[in-house]
């Protein structure tokens, strides 16, 4: 086994390169599914530091599965997302972007530099590793669900790579302070689906409306009755939001249109809630487009589910948090470790991996000491970027979910102390 003080040794060697990465990913910020140079860079990390690695998968050839350790031991994942987002960056930072209207504004190039910096650590220790390690460097989180396309290739399954028996990932937390390690059992970001709904009637003169079949009268109607599916017929403790955020229809102030269409969003906790909300959609529109001769047809697009934190790799998770991260990792006077109060309503894909295998997603704190919440970006603002502090906390606990992995008591947990002996 590692001591804590070897770990935050090794971690300081490699971490001015660990930096290097972050920054070099920072200046080339790349949209889903086109991340060629970055997946190229990691490559070239992965084959610097003498790791091996499958580049691509079907349907995400950006995607790049490396493999450290015994592959006849247990399999536990890492993953970090790699792409960026459509947005102008303003941040002003000496390794700004060099592509204008794309930015690393989520911190993705923070996690694949955690994740770059995790496998070095890994690759000294390999013979001292108790499971063998995958690390998952995923394409398209932000729009497109690269996790699905993983998922559906064979990354968790056995078909690329060993059969993973639990999975982890870490996601960087603005409002919390530098090096904090929080996350939560259960529910922790909210599905996340859209729809789309047409109303047929019949045009006619806007002066003689008793000859139509008005869809706009109708359509309003239904966008109200929407309302109270959240506070009707959802349970009030359960979380749910009903957005509708466009509407039209109509090409003249004097003509009566033959269709209205509306749409918007469906965040949901639960798979219950999203297919109750879902059916009580279809269905209030349905009837009021009937009570005024119309009809009505929903399009639903099914976005990135619930993401379910494994509530035994949870317990595991706080424990190994507790015992690594120290004082030193984090801002002054804050707490190694919080149990996060309440999940949030973003949608993150890893739930795909989630809905697989026992899954624990988790945040690190990025808010250096001394500045207010108010006075530091959120994520998906121009002005935001990672912090190359929040590395160490990032990778230390990479490491350490896979140093302690025997102690986890996650689904086979024979299997798993028995091949690690
Ligand atoms: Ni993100």
Not at 201 to 217: C, L, N, W, Y
Request: hydrophobic share 40%; glycine share 8%.
């Amino acid at each position: 086994m590692l001591s804590s003080d070897e770990l935050s040794t090794m971690i300081g060697d490699l971490l001015p390169r660990a930096i290097e990465a972050r920054h070099w990913l920072h200046r080339h910020p790349e949209l889903a599914f086109t991340e060629h140079k970055t997946a190229q860079f990691i490559r070239e990390e992965l084959d610097r530091i003498g790791v091996c690695y499958t580049a691509g998968v079907e349907g995400a050839e950006t995607a790049t599965n490396a493999l450290i350790g015994d592959a006849s031991r247990p399999c536990v994942a890492l993953r970090a997302d790699i792409d960026a987002l459509p947005i102008v960056e303003k941040t002003g930072v000496p390794y700004a972007s060099e592509s204008p209207g794309k930015m690393h504004a989520c911190g993705h190039d923070g996690h694949t530099a955690t994740l770059l910096l995790t496998a070095a650590v890994l690759k000294r220790i390999e013979s001292r590793l108790p499971v063998c390690v995958k690390l998952i460097f995923q394409p398209a989180e932000e729009s497109g669900g690269g996790a699905r396309q993983l998922v559906g290739a064979g990354v968790l399954d056995g078909r690329i790579g060993p059969k993973v028996a639990a999975i982890f990932a870490m996601h960087g937390r603005p409002s919390a302070p530098l090096g904090q390690i929080l996350t939560a059992p259960g529910p922790l970001k909210a599905a996340s689906d859209r729809f789309r709904i047409t109303f047929r009637g019949k045009g006619s003169h806007a002066a003689r409306p008793h000859e139509s079949h008005d869809p706009i009268t109708a359509a309003a109607q239904a966008i109200l009755s929407l309302q109270m599916i959240v506070s009707r017929e959802i349970d009030p403790v359960e979380p749910c939001v009903l957005t509708v955020a466009r509407m039209s229809a109509g090409t003249a102030d004097n003509v009566i249109s033959d269709t209205a269409t509306f749409s918007g969003t469906v965040r949901t906790l639960s798979e219950e809630t999203r297919k109750k909300c879902r059916e009580a959609i279809e269905r209030r529109c349905a009837a009021i487009a009937a009570g005024h001769r119309c009809t009505s047809e929903m399009e639903w697009r099914s976005g990135y589910p619930v993401l379910v934190n494994d509530a035994t790799l949870y317990r595991y998770l706080e424990q190994v948090a507790r015992k690594t991260i120290t004082a030193a990792d984090v801002a002054p006077g804050a707490l190694c470790f919080m149990r996060q109060a309440s999940p949030t309503m973003g949608a993150e894909d890893f739930a795909f991996y989630a809905q697989q295998v026992p899954a624990c997603m988790f945040h690190v704190g990025l808010r250096p000491a001394g500045v207010d919440e108010d006075d530091y970006p959120e994520i998906h603002q121009d002005s935001f970027n990672f912090n190359d502090e929040a590395l160490v906390s990032g990778s230390k606990m990479f490491v350490a979910l896979v140093l302690n992995f025997p102690e986890c008591e996650v689904s086979h947990p024979e299997d798993v102390k028995k091949k690690s002996k």
